[in-house]
């Protein structure tokens, strides 16, 4: 069953739409079947890894987001908010660099599964893909019904990739450069990473 099929099944159960909460924890409850199955269609590759990496860190104390207003979420590893059991990261856990790897691989193939149900099958080269899951990774897919762009699914750059304008959607890579308002230095650095891979031709 494609994604779409799935939560449009569960609107019909419930009978009205799904909040953005609704539908991470349903993604929550199904990320080890994702990562157990092949992922379907593009698969990232070691840029995508490095720039994620890169900027995440590898951090084995749990430390709480450095830019939102209430510290949320709590994060390790390389910057995986949720245990490979789905419970969520609290303040004081420490983890092994083997943990976090097999956590950033289940959180990879969620979002390399993510990105790939949002592009519909629209061209798009390696270097995008790349940058797209990059950028997902950080900022969340967005896959609901709302058209709040809280995420890569409702965003001006999706839109734009998916009608070839490519020009556009690497110039709005920028737009993901704040944190609960503020301009974070990180996230423009990570931005113009991000946009230099996407327009990459080789």
């Not at 207003?69 to 994060?75: A, K, Y």
């Amino acid at each position: 069953m494609s994604d779409q099929a799935l939560f449009a099944a569960v609107r019909a159960i419930v009978g009205r739409g799904l909040t953005q909460a609704e539908v991470d924890s349903i993604n929550r409850a199904l990320g080890r079947t994702i990562v157990a199955a092949a992922v379907t269609g593009m698969r990232a590759s070691a840029d995508a890894t490095a720039i994620i990496h890169e900027f995440e860190g590898f951090q084995a104390n749990a430390y709480p987001d450095p830019g939102s207003r209430n510290g949320l979420p709590v994060t390790c590893g390389y910057g995986s908010t949720r245990h490979l059991d789905g419970r969520p990261i609290q303040l004081g856990e420490t983890w092994t660099r083997e943990y976090a790897a097999r956590v950033f691989a289940r959180d990879l193939a969620v979002f390399e599964q993510g990105v790939n149900t949002l592009l519909k099958g629209r061209p798009t080269t390696q270097n995008q893909f790349d940058a797209l899951v990059s950028l997902s990774y950080n900022i969340g897919l967005d896959i609901d019904d709302d058209a709040h762009a809280e995420g890569l699914g409702d965003s001006s750059l999706l839109r734009h990739h998916l009608a070839g304008d490519y020009a556009k959607a690497k110039a709005a890579f920028r737009s993901w450069r704040f944190n609960d308002g503020k301009e974070m230095r990180g996230l423009v650095r990570r931005r113009e990473a991000e946009a230099a891979l996407y327009g990459r031709s080789a």
